[in-house]
């Protein structure tokens, strides 16, 4: 449905679900969406998507049972032993494009939409944005400072089965992923209209280009990995939080003051902290009630000039 004559909300972050509540915001609007998705990998109320047992995870699938207690638990439902637990990419595919093409009719002509995704299905968050209609422009790799190794070491399975003679021979071997030191963000572009230029689009609508001199101020060389840490008054607030600074470096790389940052996803309001401080318009949507009280906390201007360092 096309809302062309409704308003744009200014400054705010709103407790409602925003696959349903980006509708209501008019057409071509917004400078730039940056969201960190939920990634559909975990078993918390906000990230589980899936519509299954999701057995692997949960413990309950019938190679688990039998192995008892070494497997009773999966960090993540990495294997998907059961037919559920496959379903999930495509599930994920199918929740991503309920609000893809609603992201694509808000943003401005040649405007971004920049998401965090998980490894294992980032892949389908990209089919889904470029089936409704997005370019998908570049993965850019955010460096975390650390990241748990949950990755069991084969010996020490076979250890607790007794069979010393497997894990001498095994030791040195993990089953699972290598240390997830990176997390992949996907940067995706509406196209402008055909027969117009990248270079009058930027007239048209303030956006298409980006801006490396602003964005070499946070990463050491205006390449696409971005180290960025947490500053120590800003952890423990959501179990994803992202750094405040990250968020200002892909606002910076995209948009210019004055300019709208819609982040439909919001968490603990980490983007929309960042868009206040760099003076964009703001607008996030956030479902559960105690991170829409944390956003509006963080966003009161006391709490802000802690918090700025550009
Ligand atoms: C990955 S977290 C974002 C965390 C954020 N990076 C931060 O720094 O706080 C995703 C958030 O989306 C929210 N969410 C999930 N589904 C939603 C929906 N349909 N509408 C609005 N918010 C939703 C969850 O409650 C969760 O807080």
């Not at 003051?257 to 206040?276: E, I, M, N």
Request: net charge neutral; proline share 5%; charged share 25%.
């Amino acid at each position: 449905m096309i809302n062309k004559n409704t308003i744009l909300p200014h400054n705010q972050i709103i407790q409602l679900d925003c696959v349903t509540a980006i509708r209501e915001l008019p057409d071509n609007s917004v400078h730039l969406i940056l969201s960190d998705i939920p990634y559909g990998i975990g078993t918390e109320d906000w990230d589980v998507l899936h519509d299954n047992t999701n057995s692997a995870y949960l413990g309950s699938s019938p190679a688990q049972q039998k192995a008892g207690v070494i497997f009773k638990k999966r960090g993540k439902p990495i294997n998907g032993w059961s037919k559920a637990d496959r379903e999930i990419p495509h599930q994920y595919y199918e929740w991503c494009s309920k609000w893809a093409a609603e992201w694509l009719r808000v943003l401005k002509p040649g405007g971004s939409a920049i998401i965090f995704a998980g490894r294992r299905l980032g892949h389908r968050s990209i089919s889904a944005l470029e089936d409704a209609g997005f370019s998908f422009k570049d993965i850019l790799a955010w460096m975390r400072d650390r990241a748990p190794h949950r990755a069991q070491r084969l010996s020490v399975i076979y250890e607790r089965r007794g069979d010393d003679d497997c894990a001498k021979e095994w030791r040195g071997w993990r089953v699972g992923n290598l240390r997830p030191i990176f997390e992949p963000i996907l940067w995706f572009c509406k196209p402008y209209k055909i027969g117009t230029t990248i270079a009058d689009n930027v007239l048209n609508h303030g956006v298409g280009a980006y801006h490396q001199d602003a964005f070499a101020r946070y990463v050491e060389r205006s390449d696409n990995v971005i180290r960025c840490g947490y500053d120590s008054k800003e952890v423990g607030l959501h179990p994803t939080q992202k750094p405040i600074k990250l968020m200002q470096a892909l606002i910076e790389l995209t948009t210019q003051p004055g300019q709208t940052v819609l982040d439909p996803f919001a968490g603990c309001g980490s983007t929309l902290v960042a868009a206040k401080l760099l003076n964009r318009v703001y607008i996030g949507y956030e479902v559960n009630p105690a991170y829409v009280k944390i956003c509006e906390e963080r966003l009161a201007d006391d709490l802000l000039s802690v918090l700025n360092h550009t």
